[in-house]
């Protein structure tokens, strides 16, 4: 099994980031035509002017019946399968090459997939709670090398980000 806890880096938004969201988005379309899903770019890459990890990330929606065949049909894209890699609900695949991405795959219209669009769409909305998360991005990215104890460190801001969402919505 490939190790999940990585090295990782924040750096400075890059606006290339929403054209390769949009082509991994378009890619995964494709591939999974059969399987009807709905694909979004999530993710602080999703944020316009939002500092971040230089990684795409995408979730893909789908019936649960099909979750199983589409993991598979997203290796054919170099991206490595690794669970659930600790969040019940979702799949967790990797591709580390030229554009590095993470496609999340789970039920369409689960209360993750909303919980990822609602984090999204309201830190779009809330420059002031992007730029937060930015900091907080930094800080746990300056004490913590590695994406398992980087995302533990972050973890509390993105919770109270979430019930700010949730309860503005």
């Known amino acids: 099994m490939v190790d999940l806890n990585e090295p990782i880096h924040v750096v400075s938004y890059d606006p ?3 054209q390769m969201g949009h082509e991994l988005i378009r890619d ?8 009807s899903p709905d694909v979004e770019h999530i993710g602080s890459t999703s944020v316009p002017g939002l500092d971040a990890k230089p990684v795409i990330d995408v979730q893909v929606g789908c019936a649960s ?3 199983p065949a589409v993991v598979e049909a997203i290796q054919g894209l170099g991206c490595e399968p690794l669970g659930p890699a600790g969040v019940p609900g979702r799949e967790y695949l990797r591709r580390r090459s030229a554009h590095p991405a993470n496609v999340h795959v789970m039920e ?3 209360q993750l997939w909303k919980d990822n669009l609602l984090f999204r769409d309201f830190l779009i ?3 002031d709670l992007a730029r937060r998360y930015a900091r907080t991005k930094y800080e746990a ?3 913590a090398s590695t994406l398992l104890a980087y995302s533990a460190l972050k973890s ?3 919770a109270e980000i979430t019930t700010a ?4 919505g």
């Open 65 to 67: 019946a099909h979750i």
């Open 16 to 18: 290339a980031w929403a």
């Open 125 to 127: 909305a809330r420059p």
């Open 28 to 35: 995964l379309s494709r591939q999974l035509v059969w399987a």
């Open 156 to 158: 509390h801001t993105i």
């Open 165 to 168: 969402a949730r309860q503005a």
């Open 108 to 110: 369409r219209n689960g």
């Open 141 to 143: 990215a300056d004490r």
